[in-house]
């Protein structure tokens, strides 16, 4: 699958086949996330993969009751948790680039994934400190993002995207 392509069908899975996924699969994946750019190569990012069915049903109690990520967290064979240590990025125009360092990271491997037949969703709807207690995660490292991995068991349709004439602009900001 080309990166195109891999973008272009990528979808948020929140049903999962009982199936397990090959570890060689997600040091595939764990790769890919680990050779995203970031802040001054500093790769402030940390990756818990929790394969553990008693250690992913404590973590269920991180998520809102009415989130509806909830029941992929539930039923997929892993989830991995996405972390960043602040102190190993850089702030600009009061932006703090560890979000954005882990998030490239974060879609190289929910692409990764998707290219690899494995699916994902993106979630950041959760109880910081609930994760952090159950994991173990020290101060000051922040929970940027969680996604359960495994086999879809649901294809979902493409959602709307903006047309390009709506989002981009030429040489300077244009009002529509």
Not at 75 to 97: K, L, Q
Request: glycine content about 6%; aromatic content about 8%.
């Amino acid at each position: 699958m080309d990166i195109f392509q891999a973008i272009r069908d990528r979808r948020s899975i929140r049903r999962y086949q009982d199936l397990p996924v090959e570890p060689e699969k997600i040091d595939q994946i764990l790769e890919a996330a680990r050779l995203a750019p970031s802040w001054k190569n500093l790769q402030c990012w940390r990756f818990i993969v929790v394969s553990d069915t008693s250690v992913r049903q404590r973590l269920l109690k991180a998520f809102h009751a009415d989130n509806p990520g909830t029941k992929a967290i539930a039923g997929a064979p892993i989830t991995i948790v996405v972390c960043a240590d602040p102190r190993e990025s850089g702030v600009e125009n009061d932006i703090s680039y560890y979000i954005a360092d882990t998030a490239i990271a974060f879609e190289h491997l929910c692409l990764a994934a998707h290219a690899l037949g494995l699916g994902t969703c993106w979630m950041g709807w959760f109880e910081e400190a609930a994760i952090k207690t159950v994991l173990g995660i020290p101060e000051p490292f922040k929970v940027v993002g969680v996604t359960p991995l495994g086999y879809p068991d649901q294809a979902p349709k493409p959602r709307p995207r903006k047309n390009l004439d709506e989002i981009v602009h030429h040489n300077r900001w244009e009002a529509p």
